[in-house]
């Protein structure tokens, strides 16, 4: 009896141990997607491209330049300056709980509202509507870094004019996690043969 009351003993030690020698998994680590890379110090460089009636895409010589030289407090809330080189323009941005806003109020994306229209603006006065919304799913854009699989903020320009030929036409802003805007497609509202827009050739931190 005495032998039997040993033996269980003894299991219930092994079995305790070898609980206690299992190793937990940690669950994976998930990342969180950066599309809007509002950091001191970011640099982006775009050339700028045209676009032919057939979709043929050539560079026109130009290029673009933005970094984030600044941060500043806007009604409580802190917001980055960026800062166009060549124009010598600067925005003001902030990340609103996954969506781009600037100082004025103008979401310019949002990385999971695909169901609102996010902001509204007029070519004028009286010439046409611009209503923005996230496109449903991802796009694959080329650029010279790369492939990228993109988000698009998408401009509906609907003209107020009757005897406006051209109809109805659209704008496009393509957004990439870990880089920002990574290419832009827009028209002349005059001629909408004529496309034009920008593609990132460089993106960084002047501080690495």
Request: hydrophobic content about 35%; overall charge negative.
């Amino acid at each position: 009896m005495k032998r039997v009351f040993l033996i269980i003993v003894l299991s219930g030690i092994f079995f305790t141990s070898c609980k206690k020698d299992k190793t937990q998994e940690n669950p994976p680590t998930q990342t969180t997607a950066d599309y809007i890379q509002l950091k001191l110090g970011n640099y982006w460089v775009y050339e700028r491209y045209n676009i032919d009636t057939l979709g043929n895409e050539t560079t026109s010589g130009l290029s673009d330049s933005l970094v984030i030289t600044s941060d500043t407090l806007i009604r409580g809330y802190t917001y980055f300056k960026k800062l166009d080189v060549r124009q010598n323009h600067a925005s003001y941005l902030r990340d609103s709980s996954g969506y781009l806003v600037d100082h004025l109020g103008n979401i310019l994306f949002s990385n999971d509202d695909f169901n609102n229209i996010l902001r509204l603006d007029t070519i004028g006065p009286g010439l046409a509507v611009i209503e923005y919304e996230m496109a449903e799913g991802d796009t694959m854009i080329s650029i010279p870094l790369g492939n990228y699989q993109c988000l698009d903020f998408k401009g509906k320009v609907t003209p107020l004019q009757s005897n406006y030929p051209h109809g109805i036409q659209y704008t496009y802003y393509f957004w990439a996690d870990g880089l920002g805007m990574i290419k832009s497609n827009s028209y002349y509202f005059s001629n909408p043969l004529l496309r034009t827009g920008q593609k990132l050739i460089a993106f960084g931190n002047i501080e690495d």
